[in-house]
């Protein structure tokens, strides 16, 4: 017998986050080279936006207010609906200047443009800028693949595969072979990258994938031997090797230093710690008003453009000032936890995780990865990036727990004041610290030390024998 159709009723849940607060999440992840170009592509495509100026600016923020009230938005353009920290922008602070004007710009950023404009997932473009950031000054990556995994944990857990097939996407970024993990994967990228009709070119791949050290010494003998190619087809194809860049990224050199501009200031008063923002923070964007001025008088498609303009506008001044609430509202929760550190140094963090500042602060945990990603602040004890300040805790003997990062300023300690030619053993480590109360197995503190870049035993006592020669 058939069955007829059945009307069936389900429930479920469905999260839809608002354009403002996706743009605000955006906006929080940022870092503050790619902040300072958001915003100027912002400045340079909407004409409602303009620059704070000098002169006149509380009165004419009073005025646009007035005059956005005649505008009928309708019920996709109110702020009714916002999260709990967001709001229309009030009062924009005036500013001298606005955000410098960018030197040339350096392979990071420009390499962050292409992953913006090339519709990775969250979690590949999380991996894309691990790779990314990872490079050294001559883009090649130095990292390895485990260490970029650890460096996504927790927030992402990827698999090898995940990893490499990001990375080959972005070895052919321009310029082609950026990333790279050697000179011959560096070159190979760029053949591969040639049309396949390019003559020769078979064999100039091959070379440098079975034959790179032949190919170095120029040893066309060699080279004929193992290919078993003429000579002619062996030159031929170097040729066509000498047409790739073992060095891609050297237009982006600079000799000018690149310097960590803080975030955040944490500097002491009366009463403990007090957080500031960085004044660049606040760029001072306002409405511009002529613009505003002729949405209220136009009409058809022109009007409606410039509401969406209008819009978009305020929905970036109010990223703005979310962004800078949760940035202060972030660390000051930090500062609350690891106060001990700014007057002990390393040996005084405590044990601290995401979670619990998004508990105190009231937000999702991973608005706190967002806020404290590539997010720096100065401290009377330097410049820090703020992941810093989280640690993982250690059970010691009497129950309590003892952050890793203390645990690695005291592992550093104890290896600054072994005797020279004399070091201390892992395991002889991993006993003087359960002497102070620390248990550790001794892979542990093998693992600690190397993350310290403290070479083992054996390597300290020939360098000190060396010293001592």
């Not at 990333?179 to 091959?206: F, K, N, W, Y």
């Not at 007090?274 to 511009?288: C, E, H, I, S």
């Not at 001044?317 to 000051?332: D, F, K, P, W, Y």
């Not at 991993?430 to 001794?442: G, M, N, P, S, W």
Request: glycine content about 6%; hydrophobic content about 35%; some cysteine.
């Amino acid at each position: 017998m058939k069955q007829g159709a059945r009307l069936q009723l389900k429930l479920g849940q469905k999260l839809k986050l608002a354009p403002q607060l996706r743009q605000a999440i955006a906006l929080l992840q940022l870092n503050r080279i790619e902040l300072r170009q958001h915003i100027r592509e912002m400045l340079d495509t909407n004409p409602l936006l303009e620059r704070a100026e000098d002169a006149g600016a509380e009165s004419e923020s009073a005025s646009e207010s007035e005059q956005d009230s005649e505008l009928d938005y309708g019920d996709d353009y109110g702020f009714d609906d916002l999260p709990e920290g967001f709001s229309v922008a009030g009062e924009v602070p005036n500013y001298d200047e606005f955000i410098s004007d960018r030197a040339d710009e350096s392979l990071q950023q420009h390499l962050l443009w292409q992953v913006n404009l090339s519709g990775f997932s969250e979690t590949d473009e999380a991996i894309a800028r691990a790779i990314i950031y990872a490079l050294d000054e001559d883009g090649y990556l130095g990292d390895d693949i485990a260490t970029l995994r650890g460096s996504l944990a927790p927030e992402y857990l990827v698999g090898e595969d995940e990893i490499f097939a990001v990375l080959e996407r972005i070895q052919h970024f321009e310029p082609v072979g950026v990333a790279s993990r050697s000179i011959d994967e560096c070159l190979l990228v760029q053949l591969r990258a040639m049309p396949s009709a390019t003559p020769h070119l078979g064999l100039a791949t091959h070379i440098v994938a079975h034959h790179f050290d032949a190919l170095g010494r120029q040893d066309i003998e060699a080279l004929k031997r193992h290919t078993g190619s003429d000579a002619d087809s062996i030159r031929a194809a170097i040729e066509v090797i000498r047409r790739t860049d073992p060095h891609p990224c050297s237009r982006f050199s600079s000799d000018n230093e690149n310097y960590i501009v803080p975030d955040v200031y944490i500097h002491p008063a009366e009463d403990g710690w007090r957080v500031t923002l960085n004044p660049d923070n606040d760029p001072g964007l306002r409405l511009n008003d002529t613009y505003v001025n002729l949405a209220r008088q136009t009409r058809g498609e022109d009007r409606q453009y410039l509401k969406d303009r209008l819009q978009e506008a305020r929905w970036l001044i109010s990223g703005l000032e979310m962004r800078n609430q949760t940035l202060l509202a972030v660390t000051r929760a930090i500062v609350e936890r690891q106060h001990h550190f700014f007057g002990e140094g390393e040996t005084g963090m405590r044990p601290l995780l995401q979670r619990e500042v998004a508990e105190t602060i009231g937000v999702h945990e991973s608005t706190v990865s967002r806020a404290t990603s590539q997010k720096y602040a100065h401290t009377p004890r330097g410049t820090f990036e703020l992941k810093h300040f989280f640690s993982v805790g250690i059970d010691t003997r009497n129950g309590k727990q003892v952050a890793a990062t203390a645990v690695k300023a005291r592992l550093r300690r104890l290896i600054g004041e072994e005797t020279p030619g004399c070091p201390f053993s892992d395991q002889a480590l991993a006993d003087q610290l359960a002497e102070q109360d620390i248990l550790l197995a001794r892979r542990t503190v093998a693992k600690y030390r190397e993350q310290l870049g403290i070479p083992g035993s054996a390597q300290r006592r020939r360098a000190a024998r060396l010293q001592s020669a």
